[in-house]
């Protein structure tokens, strides 16, 4: 079983940068593939980024690509999503998930685990 908390969410202003963190539980999370999604107010989760295990291969929704970075620290059983130039259109709650093969996606079906979010809001 694995666990994930996120944290760093909070409310800023537009053009501001937040960092979320996510931490796992598992002796195994070298060989996690890793994935930020998002779900906005009324909406479905949607794709933000994703890395495999090795931190070396990364993807990113169109919508975040230049603004976001995903980066891991494996010592520290933990994933990041660092966001820059932030707009109201990327407020909602943000998930982390962990695909214990070490595949990465961008389908939400592709993660077993999930972490219960952290709320990012960004005023304009």
């Known amino acids: 079983q694995v666990q994930l908390a996120e944290s760093g969410g909070g409310l800023v202003q537009a053009g501001d940068s937040l960092a979320l963190s996510c931490a796992a539980s598992g002796s195994t999370f070298s060989s996690y593939g890793l994935g930020w999604f998002r779900q906005a107010p009324g909406k479905e989760r949607d794709f933000v980024a994703n890395i495999d295990w090795s931190g070396s291969n990364t993807d990113y929704a169109d919508s975040v690509k230049g603004r976001f970075t995903i980066s891991r620290d494996n010592a520290k059983n933990t994933v990041y999503l660092q966001m820059n130039s932030l707009n109201p259109e990327d407020t909602g709650v943000y998930f982390c998930?962990?695909?214990?093969?070490?595949?990465?996606?961008?389908?939400?079906?592709?993660?077993?685990?999930w972490g219960q979010g952290t709320q990012v809001t960004v005023s304009s």
């Open positions: 998930a962990a695909n214990p093969d070490g595949r990465r996606g961008s389908r939400g079906s592709q993660y077993d685990y």
